[in-house]
């Protein structure tokens, strides 16, 4: 979609080997920056193909905290495939960092589908079973596994509908842990 337009295609070279540089990085732990460097490169990918805005919101404070890799990213790409996709007219995803004196809450709010009533608790116990199902997506059940494993109970993801009528999608990690 984007041949006839070099500096769109240089954009979108660029992109593509940024993020598979990343994804090709084997590594026990990132710091906030990469990782979100990482998800931006994808989102960048995401609005050369279709309508899409997004806007990060972190301290700057928190740009070396440690963090394990590849746990952003794929909390923005299901908001893109799982809510925006199925909602007309949706194209938002905001990411947000929060920080306490113990804790850092990372949030990702789309502007999609969402979730009505029993379909996030049913989500959440899906994605807290200790085995996913053959035929299920695994992404998100992925996601919260790690952050259970290595940060513990207490990380793991949470889904609330948002004043946008998207999905908010978010986890709580303690600071500095290695």
Known sequence: SVADNQEAVVDMSSHLAQYYRYRTKLRAKTVLKDELTFAENYLEIMTMRKELIYSND??????????????????????????IEGR??????????????????????????????????????????????????????????RLINHYGKEAHLHFEGNEFGGLTVWFAIKKGMK
Do not use: C
């Open 58 to 83: 972190f301290p700057e404070e928190l740009m070396e905290e440690p963090i394990l890799p590849l746990i952003i990213q794929p909390l923005v790409e299901n908001a893109i495939e799982h809510g």
């Open 88 to 145: 007309e007219g949706a194209f938002q995803v905001y990411l947000l960092g929060e920080t306490s004196e113990k804790h850092l809450k990372i949030s990702i709010t789309d502007d999609g589908k969402g979730l009505r009533g029993g379909e996030i608790q049913d989500l959440l116990a899906r994605i807290n079973r200790k085995e996913v199902a053959e035929d299920e997506s695994v992404g998100l059940w992925n996601v919260n596994q």
